[in-house]
T-cell receptor
Framework: DADVTQTPRNRITKTGKRIMLECSQT?????MYWYRQDPGLGLRLIYY???????NKGEISDGYSVSRQAQAKFSLSLESAIPNQTALYFC??????????????FGEGSRLTVL | AQSVTQPDIHITVSEGASLELRCNYS??????LFWYVQSPGQGLQLLLK??????LVQGIKGFEAEFKRSQSSFNLRKPSVHWSDAAEYFC??????????????FGKGTHLIIQP
């Protein structure tokens, strides 16, 4: 089984619908991240969390919200989806240890299409 | 704020030829530097990373990268590419202070095409 699991892997929805993307991890990492990938733009950080009580906005948080339900679970919500939120979304985790500090471990991605 | 520039959007290389992918970063202090690879339909896999010490770092799949502070560069190299190296490659920078906790900033990626 994957260490970082994202559900759903693919989703097609309509403008105005509420969507939740879920991420769970078995790596025991405290830090979790949500990134968005668009062709030609690379990956951009949406939100990140250090623990269940610590949520931080990233570069492009507008239109998104997150919830850290437990150390192992971090969900991303689009309250009212719009077409320009069509993208590939990645969840990632990282460790606090010095030897691996900063290194991100990625899920396989959730492809969202908003019609 | 940190930033990463990958000047080449696409690169085409013949199988067996050498490869160099360019990466320039902007960051006011000592950075963490990473190269990730994304195969079609897959997530991102770490190729190699630089934190400190030897400026030439070795990674998986025969890749290496050299950190040049004076040029703010972290170019990725491979002496002989294989068809399976065709993928999207991302350079990323993180802040050394705080242990990279604030996440990584990624370049826009370089798409590598391998010609037979």
């Amino acid at each position: 089984d994957a260490d970082v699991t994202q559900t759903p892997r693919n989703r097609i929805t309509k403008t105005g619908k509420r969507i939740m993307l879920e991420c769970s991890q078995t790596k025991g990492h405290d830090r979790m991240y949500w990134y968005r990938q668009d062709p030609g733009l690379g990956l951009r950080l949406i939100y990140y969390s250090f623990d269940v009580k610590d949520i931080n906005k990233g570069e492009i948080s507008d239109g998104y919200s997150v919830s850290r339900q437990a150390q192992a679970k971090f969900s991303l919500s689009l309250e009212s989806a719009i077409p320009n939120q069509t993208a590939l979304y990645f969840c990632a985790t990282s460790d606090l240890g010095d030897s691996r500090a900063g290194e991100l471990f990625f899920g396989e991605g959730s492809r969202l299409t908003v019609l | 704020a940190q930033s990463v520039t990958q000047p080449d959007i696409h690169i085409t290389v013949s199988e067996g030829a050498s490869l160099e992918l360019r990466c320039n970063y902007s960051y006011g202090a000592t950075p963490y530097l990473f190269w990730y690879v994304q195969s079609p339909g897959q997530g991102l896999q770490l190729l190699l990373k630089y934190f400190s010490g030897d400026t030439l770092v070795q990674g998986i799949k025969g890749f290496e990268a050299e950190f040049k502070r004076s040029q703010s560069s972290f170019n990725l190299r491979k002496p002989s590419v294989h068809w399976s190296d065709a993928a999207e490659y991302f350079c990323a920078v993180g802040a050394l202070s705080g242990g990279g906790a604030d996440g990584l900033t990624f370049g826009k990626g370089t798409h590598l095409i391998i010609q037979p």
